[in-house]
């Protein structure tokens, strides 16, 4: 069996005096998609950003293809740039830049942090943004879009890079109820043509539906992994249970 594509262990981390992550591992096989659920505050977010350095986390070790970074040796910036340049964000709010149009939001990771030819990068993320249903707002602002068509931008800038991992962290929370669809139907065509990922995430219907394996965190660790089929359905824990039955009746 091949190794993971990416492989996580160990990971720790506080804010102050307040442990966040109390040693989480997370291993992403190539082409799979992984959600990880679990309530406010128990370190799903952060276990995301430390997978690609936006965190940093005072122990344990992160690996995606053949680049790896030990985080208790404190690693310098170019070993977490290395780190980050294999996968690619899509943030909860779009974070797009306000004064470049769509199409230069899209190539300006390839050319200025990759150093690719412009024209080349225009050309493919013109395919990225016809693969988004955006190929008309090449020429459009951010604020002429809506929230869903922003965070589509967000994925296609995502991928321009050729990131072997793509990160969603909560890429719906920010939406209208209506816009959701949207965005939840190009990541489902994203992991359809083999995209690894790995998407924190409070849409269990679209975990169920696409995700491979589902860790749900609570208290900064992972109390129940697993298939979808088990961890959303019959989950083994008492307190995944909890979890799932106050989403579905809040009141």
Not at 142 to 149: A, D, F, I, K, R
Not at 180 to 191: D, K, N
Request: with cysteine; net charge neutral.
């Amino acid at each position: 069996m091949s190794a993971p594509l990416l492989e996580a262990r160990g990971l720790t981390k506080s804010f102050g005096a307040v442990p966040v992550l109390r040693g989480v591992d997370v291993v992403v096989p190539a082409g799979s998609v992984t959600c990880l659920i679990g309530p406010s505050g128990s370190g799903k977010t952060t276990v995301l950003r430390s997978l690609n350095g936006l965190e940093t986390p005072e122990a344990g070790t992160v690996r995606i293809g053949d680049v790896a970074v030990d985080w208790a040796t404190r690693p310098g910036r170019r070993a977490v740039s290395a780190l980050r340049d294999q996968s690619g964000m899509v943030f909860q709010a779009h974070n797009l830049f306000p004064h470049l149009t769509v199409l230069d939001n899209v190539t300006s990771g390839p050319v200025l942090a990759q150093h690719r030819d412009r024209a080349e990068a225009r050309a493919e993320a013109r395919d990225l943004l016809e693969r988004v249903g955006l190929a008309d707002k090449a020429d459009a602002y951010p604020v002429q879009l809506s929230g869903g068509q922003q965070q589509r931008v967000g994925i296609a800038r995502a991928l321009a890079t050729r990131p072997r991992v793509v990160l969603f962290d909560e890429p719906t929370s920010a939406l209208d109820p209506e816009l959701v669809g949207e965005v939840l139907r190009v990541m489902q065509s994203l992991a359809a043509e083999g995209w690894t990922m790995v998407v924190v995430t409070h849409e269990m219907r679209f975990a169920r539906q696409v995700a491979d394996q589902v860790l749900f965190l609570d208290g900064g660790v992972v109390v129940e992994q697993g298939p979808p089929s088990e961890v959303l359905v019959e989950p083994r824990e008492a307190r995944t249970r909890q979890f799932l039955q106050r989403l579905l009746d809040p009141l």
